[in-house]
DNA sequence: CTGAAAGCGCTAACAT
DNA sequence: ATGTTAGCGCTTTCAG
């Protein structure tokens, strides 16, 4: 397709700045065997003339893949596109380019977007996104991924614990946590949980989080309706739905995500059902939207686009001796959404 | 079980099939020259190997590139977030790579972006975002493209038209002159606009759009307050700031985008202005948050996911003789941000 | 410290 | 129809 790119070499620079191809790779490589004065004339001269690096005739000569592919859900959810924001934004400042793939949440897929990417040969892997709770594709996600990493290849995760690489670990137990104990001391008692999908870890880790929680109050879970549905907004309408029909006397739903919560403030505006008065609505995320929502949503913040950063940063470290953890941190951020329970005692 | 190896190269699957190298090149990529009997043999062998090319020795080799650069203002700002949704869904059945890059809005570091992937020899570039009303910057842009395409590289845009390449043209005029009618229609003649900076092609468009309706209702843009601050959300709190302290009496506020429009609400909530009876307010864009506002916001819609979409289709085709451009369609969407203005005559 | 030269794996002219 | 060969632009020995 394009043929001549601008047309610039390496072979260019090194003539312009007077010295051999090999001085030059040297000099812009930040290698030993240059004279600090030579590689500071060559760097001047690369930088005069905009010189950019042929990647594949870097990476075929067997130097370093500049490009970081990222494996989303889908950057058009929210959580996802801080985080790839997080990680562009870093990789901008490094000269690095990001693919972006979209696993759908489909363990098959996801491990068909990671072959791909190796395939292309990025240098760095960025998994963000819950794991599933499928054996045999994690196995074979772990495979095909340690054996890009024996290759050199740097990987780093975003929310898994299972795949032997670096792994930006959000907070979601604790946050789970926290999201239930501030409805537990607002007095809610009859609480129902819109949760994604059971299998993916993230859900599994937040409703720990919230088992953790009613304990401590002398609840347990099985004593409240837990919905699985999907993990997006969509899912947290018929969650609701569900809930409203078979416990109608539930004054506080959890919702797992931001997503999910909209869609839970969605349905109980259409149904009249006023919040926080007569139900209190908490989320999971803090997704950018959610102090615009109506009302202001009760969340849990991580900080996404930093754990885009993070995880870049991880994987732009050299391989440790095992792999790497970096929780996140959380933040419970009360707005509008929650309110005492109503006094419905009797 | 095939497993890509590396390390298979295609010389390796020639004389496993036992054919010369070039021959094998032809066959596994679909060119004329080989007998269907030979071709079949080494894709067959191909197969078995679990051969996969070295995109970088491809490419290098003059091959066809198979990586889409995609720039956008940023990811995580939800109407780019949506349009990239759209360029990766394509891209991912057509088995391409999506490469993105931040813009920040800043000509200078666009250009940077655009020579940064020409270098990296993507073979499909598409910009998404407002042009800007910078002369210089546009035309060296234009210029770079312009050798880019000339060397067979394929250039798509979103909104901005002097690019000289093919171009998804979304609805910004019509969009605006429909939001602005809607408005009038509701009785309103105190509106003040929150646009975004006014180099930004896009503004500069829904700002003609709502000159137009204006003007058929006798009025003019001069006769309104036009505040011009930052195309985001912080911009449209800082515009509502404005219009409330300089112009009271104002009964609608048009935002030129739906971020600007949450900006508004949230500011015209922290002072207490009802919407829609005291005060209408409508955005632009219809990002997928905007059902879920307080108010739901009265919009309008652009396709944006298809918009990503038909931008990749457009670059997927050969290039045309002259720009193809493709226009998006819009729909008002009215919701509660919007009501009559209120009875306020004098 | 620097330069010359040998590839990396593939495509595409050029031969046969 | 098939084979031979010259690069693509860079990194990396290996000489000097």
Do not use: W
Request: net charge negative.
């Amino acid at each position: 397709m394009p043929k001549p790119g601008p047309g610039l070499r390496l072979i260019d620079v090194a003539h312009r700045a007077g010295v051999s191809l090999a001085t030059a790779s040297r000099a812009l490589a930040g290698r030993e065997g240059v004279s600090e004065e030579v590689a500071n004339r060559v760097r001047q001269v690369a930088d005069e003339l905009g010189y950019v690096a042929n990647p594949f005739a870097r990476t075929l000569a067997g130097g370093a893949s500049t490009t970081v592919g990222l494996i989303v859900h889908q950057v058009d959810d929210p959580y996802f596109a801080e985080i790839a924001g997080g990680v562009i934004g870093l990789a901008d400042e490094q000269r690095l380019l990001v693919q972006i793939c979209h696993s759908g949440r489909d363990p098959g897929h996801e491990l068909r977007q990671i072959r791909h990417l190796i395939a292309q040969r990025a240098g760095i892997i960025i998994i963000a996104g819950s794991g599933y709770d499928d054996p045999r594709a994690e196995a074979e996600a772990e495979a095909v991924l340690s054996g890009y990493q024996r290759g050199g290849g740097r990987v780093a995760v975003i929310g898994r614990h299972a795949l032997g690489a670096d792994a930006v670990l959000p907070d979601n137990e604790a946050g789970g946590h926290a999201v239930t104990a501030h409805l537990l001391g607002l007095g809610h008692r009859r609480i129902a949980v819109a949760a994604g999908a059971p299998g993916l870890n993230t859900v599994i880790d937040r409703m720990a989080g919230v088992a953790s929680a009613l304990r401590e109050h002398g609840l347990s879970l099985d004593d409240l309706p837990v919905v699985h549905t999907d993990f997006v907004r969509e899912g947290g309408r018929t969650a609701t739905e569900r809930i409203l029909a078979e416990h109608p006397s539930t004054t506080a739903i959890i919702a797992l995500n931001d997503a999910m919560a909209m869609g839970v403030l969605a349905m109980l505006r259409e149904r009249g059902i006023g919040v926080p008065t007569r139900m209190s609505v908490v989320g999971f995320d803090d997704v950018s939207v959610a102090a615009d929502l109506a009302p202001s949503l009760t969340t849990v913040r991580l900080p996404m686009i930093d754990m885009g950063r993070m995880a870049l940063e991880l994987a732009l470290e050299p391989a440790g001796a095992g792999p790497r953890r970096r929780p996140t941190g959380h933040q419970l951020i009360v707005r509008d959404s929650t309110g005492p329970a109503p006094d419905q005692s009797r």
